[in-house]
């Protein structure tokens, strides 16, 4: 049979070969930076108000530097320390932060830690009474400490004129030297027992209800849940505490100073910390260097109470295991 001419075969077309994949860009630097950008302003701000304000502390704390001429310095190496370690206004400073700290530290903790248990039940107005434990924290140190100061006054303080109701002796709560710390130590109680509390109630509501339930069909009773199962639950919640307040207690600063308004801590120094201390010499006697110097013994202190309170941790949590 033929084929006319008008007729003709289809050609066939040549099989398309796949498109070759696009090679893989290569990782723009970007990228790279990204992550370090974020973090930048972090480390600026942290190197410009943190890490380099405590090396010219340091660096201040090697030389005689005084308010009045704050642009010159002498190189006196460690005399600003050994001074320091000489006075005894120094060791009754160190003696009054250990006694204000102990007297402020242990029963605001064993306060959050109790109401924060009764706050893990289920209670009307829950939110309202978290709230009002936050409310001191959130009260002006000064204000807070002004009003604690009229609460405590010798002649027309309130606390006084109960003592007086009740048949007993007045208390100078601002020249004898435990009723004083003891002034200083409940401002300070009142002032963070509510924030520790919250931190305990946010770690109680992290331990696992099952251990509750076992422990009730074991027939334990809720002075025993708590004494077993929430206070092991908390311990690293409890450490924390401990560190933070124990930090606090050795910068407190503020109550001491507000508690009677000088820097010397009472007419004996009967309550002066080492922050009024280290204030004293450098904006009352104007010797920044040496103010410098306690500045870094207290900053010392801090990491030894911090590293100490760290291996107690890690001692007990060996022992446990």
């Given amino acids: 049979m033929s084929v006319s001419s008008t007729e003709r075969l289809p050609t066939p077309r040549p099989a398309r070969r796949p498109a070759p994949r696009p090679a893989a860009a290569p990782r723009r630097?970007?990228?790279r930076v990204a992550p370090y950008g974020f973090l930048a302003p972090f480390f600026v701000l942290f190197a410009a108000f943190g890490l380099f304000p405590l090396l010219y502390t340091a660096y201040v704390s090697l030389h005689r530097v005084e308010l009045q001429t704050a642009d010159r310095m002498d190189w006196l190496g460690l005399q600003n320390y050994t001074r320091v370690f000489a006075d005894p206004f120094f060791w009754n400073a160190l003696r009054n932060t250990f006694t204000i700290g102990v007297l402020s530290t242990v029963p605001q903790l064993l306060m959050a830690l109790g109401l924060a248990h009764l706050l893990n039940y289920k209670l009307r107005g829950r939110t309202f009474f978290r709230v009002a434990m936050l409310m001191p924290y959130a009260t002006s140190i000064a204000a807070a400490t002004l009003v604690f100061?009229?609460?405590f006054g010798h002649d027309y303080g309130l606390i006084n004129w109960?003592?007086?109701s009740v048949g007993l002796d007045p208390v100078d709560w601002q020249a004898d030297t435990w009723a004083s710390q003891i002034g200083v130590s409940t401002?300070?109680?009142w002032r963070w027992t509510g924030y520790n509390a919250l931190i305990y109630l946010a770690?109680?509501?992290a331990v696992p209800s099952e251990l509750y339930e076992s422990a009730a069909v074991d027939g334990a009773s809720r002075w025993q849940q708590f004494r077993h199962v929430t206070?092991?639950?908390?311990?690293p919640t409890i450490i924390f505490t401990v560190v933070v307040s124990t930090i606090g207690a050795t910068q407190l600063f503020g109550e001491p100073l507000m508690y009677e308004g000088n820097s010397g801590g009472g007419i004996s120094h009967q309550y002066q910390t080492l922050g009024l201390y280290m204030y004293e010499q450098g904006w009352t006697f104007f010797h920044l260097g040496r103010a410098a110097a306690v500045a870094w013994v207290m900053f010392l202190l801090i990491v030894v109470l911090a590293l100490l309170n760290a291996a107690i941790a890690a001692r007990r949590n060996r022992t446990d295991r």
């Fill in 29 to 31: 630097p970007r990228r």
């Fill in 203 to 205: 770690g109680m509501q």
């Fill in 231 to 235: 206070v092991p639950g908390l311990r």
């Fill in 187 to 189: 401002i300070v109680t």
């Fill in 149 to 151: 100061a009229q609460l």
């Fill in 162 to 164: 109960v003592l007086r």
